[in-house]
Every structure is written in structure tokens, then in C-alpha cells.
């Protein structure tokens, strides 16, 4: 949680008069998103969330984030849709940075994950991944398998400081996975962080009632978001794998979109390469964050017990597919 | 801001099955408060604030917080009005801290202040003042002049690290007050903490629209409450004294609540218990807190600037006082 950037009453008074969404009435910092400053903003009409983006979030990058969005929430899928100024304009600026304000969303994301957690956010990604297969902006993955060598070569000499042999480790995976990736899987729009956070439910249902923080959104594989969310939603917190989990996720995707028998045998393979990506972006955290930042960098230990366990997997039976 | 304890998604819905406000189908942690956690929680009713209180709060006053709160709403006075539950009882606990629920207030705390909301501040805290004059409960200063030689006991041998001379200037002021302090002056229920960020206005509006945070409220002298007000409101970024916020504030006050010839002569010497008052606790802060804490202390430096200006002032119309 943090609050980057402050904004005074007469700034954000200023800022909401170039809408036609009434007159501002309450708002407040929130403690969501660790990438940007958001705050929750009640006007006269609604509530809404107002984005600050901070320096990690590339400002080239904003208009497909937005794009996507408004494409989605077009589609019926329930994420934030982006606020278009009186000027049709929705990505402004406020306090020097760019600056969007969005629908609100209603619902929590869930602390304890439960199986039906995981059927919900099996279908809600699937839902995703087929409503933008229209949307006609393209972003690369910045994370995809291309940029983990020089993410690790940058932060390669410290691996040993987190446990003993980890460089190597990582080196010898890195080079498994550059030459076994299956390119040539079904590609298009994929959320690329739907961890936990980023989807809410309302108490004791299944149904996801929204997905936000599209701001890894990009273009790649589709398996390979199931393989990132199967990571995100099916360990225990004793690192343990929970095959239940699993099945409800990868069962419940494959209602809305089939997985091919191509895309089940990569399974294995992209959930390394899952596991690697966030191994490697919190080692470069908790190599390169200050002592005194405003967020405590995440331990890159839970996700080498991923890669360990997906290294162990023979194929997806594993994972409880057929 | 902070939020210190993460509250999950089951704990909450259980906690609000204890009320009578409907389910939750929003919550967030809030940037407001230092000392406690808020989460704005959304119900299908309406939109109410939970706080836990953290260790800074003393349990044991809490029902004196709260009983005031009570009845200062009861009264018609704009703050936040705690929530019973279905068994009656407001103070709860929950994730092992002690916990309420309560209104919701609309509107924001000013970052620029203007001489108008100087005007409606000094009015809100009169209204405080006499709307708390038939609050039963009783609770003394744990701040007042009495608490103030202890605080520099506690930090003294730090204070020259902040500036050279700082111990003495100190020592000798704390003699000065503990001397002349006007100790029968007219007594009450007191915000104590009326700083900028506890009062909310609506945009361009001279009337305060709510105040919150009574968790220093206390019985002490009305008037030193309002010294605590002029110096939180009436110093401009630069150290400089703004008699006509002053002005404003001391004559809206005024005309809820007149102000004696006494309490008007004794508030050149309130105004130096109030700044050494923040001035040590600052100080103290200052001092005790770790590097690595959520929060960052404030400078005590403002506070020698306000106390010097007020050693200098001779009587009452320095602050615009006839």
C-alpha cells in the first residue's frame, strides 16, 4: 500500500470540474495498488477511482491500458472503465503525472483463498482472454521470456545473498525454458498479474464481480496467464500445491475457453517459465529497494518453491487436467 | 497515513453480521489517522469508516471517545457517529484490537488553508465546546501543563541535537507556564487535535462540514483549545502569522461561544502551552522514532518558530483581537 503523491481538495476540485460527473464530496487515499497512487473519489453522481501513475508505469504504455479497459468493460466484462473528460479525453494530467479516473468496483479480494475462489477467477479469465480478442491495440510483454535474461544478468551477482546456489538455479532454467518455450500457442490480450489482489468477489460467491490493475495487460500467450494465475491461487501458504484448486481453475477456464490438448502438454513448461518471471522481478526488488521505501519488497523464496515443484511435474495430469 | 492491521475479507463480513447495516460489498484501507487503521467499508446501506485502535490509543479512554462522539451527534454536530451493534454495544473487537464502527462524513480536509475556512473552523470548534458542556463522562489531559515536565524528562538530552540551545529554551519556558498557567479559566470538553486534517469542508465553503478524530478529546480550558486552533490554522508555510486568519477564527468562535475579558488576556500565554505542547511531542517523537517506521515524525522545528512568535506577543491584539 502506499500513497505516492499527494493531491490537495483545490487540485482535485479543479480536476473533476473537467468531467460531467457532478461535484467532488469526499475523497481519500487508498491503500490499494503498490504501483501507483489511487484514491477513492465520491462525487455527487458516484463513487470512482482516481490513478495517479508513478514512475513505473510507462506513460507510453497508458493509452493500451485504457484502450483495453474501455474495450472490456464494452464487452460486459466487469473492470474499472476509464472516465472520459467533457473533452472525450480520458488520460489527463494531475500533480505532473498522468492521471485517469475510472469507475469503482464493488466487491473484496479475498485474503484466505478458498477452491470456489479459484473456479470464479478460472472463468473470469477466460472471460478476459476471449473479450479481447477484438480489441485492436497491441502492447509486447515486457516480461515475456525475451526480457528475463537481462533481468537477471542485472541482478544475477546477489542471487546466492537470498539462498545459496540460486544463481545457478536460475541460469540453468533461463536456459531449459529459451530453448524448450512453446511460441507458438494461442496468443492475445492477457492480464499478466492476476494475483489475488487484482480480483474481487463479494462474500461467499463464486462469481468474480471485477478484475482490476490492467497495467501488466499485454500481448502473449494465453496459457501462459493461466499458468501465472494456477501460481497465484493454488499454493497453500506451507508453499504446498492444492490440486483442487487447480482443477476448479483450469476446469472452469475451459468452460469458457477450451484449452487445446497443445496448450494442456505446455501447461508444464509455461509454469516454470510463470515462476521464473516473478522469481526474477522480486530478486531485482529485493536487491534494489531502498531500506526506507513506503513498500516492503516481496520475499523471492515462495517462488522458488514454485519452479522446484513445476520442475518435479511430468505433465498436466498434475494439475489435475485429464 | 498507515494501515497497521490487515483485515480480511472473512473477518470483516462476519464483523458486520454483528450490526445492523446491511452486508459489505466494498472495503478499503484509508490514508486518514495516523495513530489508528481505517478502512472505508461500503455496505448495501451506506458507506461507514471501521477503525481499529493500535497501541498509541489507551482502551481505557476509548469509551469516553466514543460516549462523546454519541453525544456530540445526538447534539447535531457534524462528526462521525459510532454504530451499535445488534446487542448495543459500539466498542468491539476485532483481529484482537479494539474496534468500531462508525459514520461516514462527507467532504475534505483543506491543504491550502484560506482565511473562510479559519472562519468556519473557529465556529465548528465553539459549537464543540458548547455542545459538550452536558457530556457526563470525565477525562483529564494526559497532555495538559501537569504531563509537559515528564515529556522533557523523557527527551531532554536530545533536544540540542535538533538545534543548539533547544534544552534551555525549553527548560526555561516550562518554568515560566508552570508559573503563570491560567488554571480557572472556563473548562470543558476539548477536540484537543484540531488540526487541518480533522475538519472537512465542502469546496469553497466557509462551513466546516464535519470534524473528526477524538481520540485526544479531553476535559480541559475552552480557551487553550482554541490556542491549540490558531496555531494549527493560522501560520502560513513560512512561519509567518496571519492576523486576519486570526481574526477570523477568534471572532467566529466568538459568536457562538464569547470569549472573556480573562480568557481573551490569557491567550497570548495558552498560545506558548499549546506550541510547547506539540513542541514536545514532537520532540519526543522526533527522538523515539525508528528509521524504518510506517509513519515519518513531524519536524518539531515549527513549533520553536510558533513559540518564539508567542513570546513576543504582547497582548491579545496581536492575534486581531479588539
Same mark, same amino acid.
Given at each position: 500500500?502506499?500513497?505516492?503523491?499527494?493531491?490537495?481538495?483545490?487540485?482535485?476540485?479543479?480536476?473533476?470540474?473537467?468531467?460531467?460527473?457532478?461535484?467532488?464530496?469526499?475523497?481519500?487515499?487508498?491503500?490499494?495498488?503498490?504501483?501507483?497512487?489511487?484514491?477513492?473519489?465520491?462525487?455527487?453522481?458516484?463513487?470512482?477511482?482516481?490513478?495517479?501513475?508513478?514512475?513505473?508505469?510507462?506513460?507510453?504504455?497508458?493509452?493500451?491500458?485504457?484502450?483495453?479497459?474501455?474495450?472490456?468493460?464494452?464487452?460486459?466484462?466487469?473492470?474499472?472503465?476509464?472516465?472520459?473528460?467533457?473533452?472525450?479525453?480520458?488520460?489527463?494530467?494531475?500533480?505532473?503525472?498522468?492521471?485517469?479516473?475510472?469507475?469503482?468496483?464493488?466487491?473484496?479480494?479475498?485474503?484466505?483463498?478458498?477452491?470456489?475462489?479459484?473456479?470464479?477467477?478460472?472463468?473470469?479469465?477466460?472471460?478476459?482472454?476471449?473479450?479481447?480478442?477484438?480489441?485492436?491495440?497491441?502492447?509486447?510483454?515486457?516480461?515475456?521470456?525475451?526480457?528475463?535474461?537481462?533481468?537477471?544478468?542485472?541482478?544475477?551477482?546477489?542471487?546466492?545473498?537470498?539462498?545459496?546456489?540460486?544463481?545457478?538455479?536460475?541460469?540453468?532454467?533461463?536456459?531449459?525454458?529459451?530453448?524448450?518455450?512453446?511460441?507458438?500457442?494461442?496468443?492475445?490480450?492477457?492480464?499478466?498479474?492476476?494475483?489475488?489482489?487484482?480480483?474481487?468477489?463479494?462474500?461467499?460467491?463464486?462469481?468474480?464481480?471485477?478484475?482490476?490493475?490492467?497495467?501488466?495487460?499485454?500481448?502473449?500467450?494465453?496459457?501462459?496467464?493461466?499458468?501465472?494465475?494456477?501460481?497465484?491461487?493454488?499454493?497453500?501458504?506451507?508453499?504446498?500445491?492444492?490440486?483442487?484448486?487447480? /482443477? @476448479?481453475?483450469?476446469?472452469?477456464?475451459? $468452460?469458457? %475457453?477450451?484449452?487445446?490438448? +497443445? !496448450?494442456? *502438454?505446455?501447461?508444464?513448461? =509455461?509454469?516454470?517459465?510463470?515462476?521464473?518471471?516473478?522469481?526474477?522481478?522480486?530478486?531485482?526488488?529485493?536487491?534494489?529497494?531502498?531500506?526506507?521505501?513506503?513498500?516492503?519488497? /516481496? @520475499?523471492?523464496?515462495?517462488?522458488?518453491? $514454485?519452479? %522446484?515443484?513445476?520442475?518435479? +511435474? !511430468?505433465? *498436466?495430469?498434475?494439475?489435475? =487436467?485429464?
Amino acid at each position: 500500500m502506499a500513497v505516492y503523491t499527494d493531491v490537495s481538495d483545490e487540485d482535485i476540485s479543479r480536476f473533476v470540474a473537467e468531467y460531467d460527473i457532478g461535484d467532488v464530496v469526499s475523497f481519500k487515499g487508498i491503500a490499494e495498488g503498490v504501483e501507483n497512487t489511487n484514491f477513492l473519489l465520491q462525487t455527487t453522481k458516484a463513487p470512482y477511482i482516481l490513478t495517479l501513475y508513478e514512475k513505473r508505469v510507462n506513460p507510453d504504455d497508458l493509452p493500451f491500458y485504457l484502450g483495453l479497459m474501455d474495450h472490456l468493460s464494452a464487452k460486459g466484462l466487469n473492470c474499472p472503465t476509464p472516465i472520459h473528460g467533457k473533452d472525450g479525453v480520458a488520460l489527463r494530467r494531475l500533480c505532473g503525472r498522468p492521471a485517469a479516473i475510472t469507475s469503482f468496483l464493488q466487491g473484496m479480494s479475498p485474503r484466505r483463498i478458498q477452491p470456489h475462489h479459484c473456479a470464479g477467477v478460472g472463468a473470469a479469465l477466460a472471460e478476459l482472454h476471449s473479450a479481447g480478442q477484438d480489441f485492436e491495440m497491441h502492447l509486447p510483454n515486457a516480461l515475456s521470456i525475451k526480457g528475463w535474461r537481462s533481468l537477471f544478468d542485472s541482478c544475477a551477482e546477489h542471487a546466492d545473498d537470498v539462498e545459496p546456489g540460486l544463481g545457478k538455479m536460475i541460469g540453468e532454467e533461463l536456459a531449459f525454458l529459451e530453448e524448450n518455450w512453446p511460441h507458438a500457442l494461442p496468443k492475445g490480450v492477457i492480464h499478466a498479474d492476476l494475483f489475488p489482489d487484482n480480483v474481487f468477489f463479494f462474500p461467499n460467491k463464486e462469481a468474480v464481480s471485477g478484475l482490476i490493475d490492467f497495467y501488466f495487460a499485454c500481448n502473449d500467450l494465453f496459457c501462459y496467464d493461466v499458468a501465472i494465475c494456477m501460481n497465484a491461487w493454488c499454493f497453500e501458504p506451507d508453499n504446498s500445491f492444492n490440486v483442487t484448486k487447480a /482443477k @476448479n481453475l483450469l476446469s472452469h477456464y475451459s $468452460k469458457v %475457453r477450451p484449452l487445446s490438448d +497443445v !496448450e494442456k *502438454a505446455a501447461l508444464p513448461i =509455461l509454469a516454470r517459465g510463470a515462476s521464473l518471471r516473478f522469481l526474477l522481478t522480486r530478486l531485482y526488488d529485493w536487491v534494489n529497494t531502498p531500506k526506507d521505501a513506503l513498500v516492503t519488497p /516481496k @520475499n523471492p523464496r515462495e517462488y522458488i518453491n $514454485k519452479l %522446484r515443484f513445476h520442475q518435479r +511435474v !511430468e505433465n *498436466a495430469t498434475a494439475y489435475g =487436467l485429464d
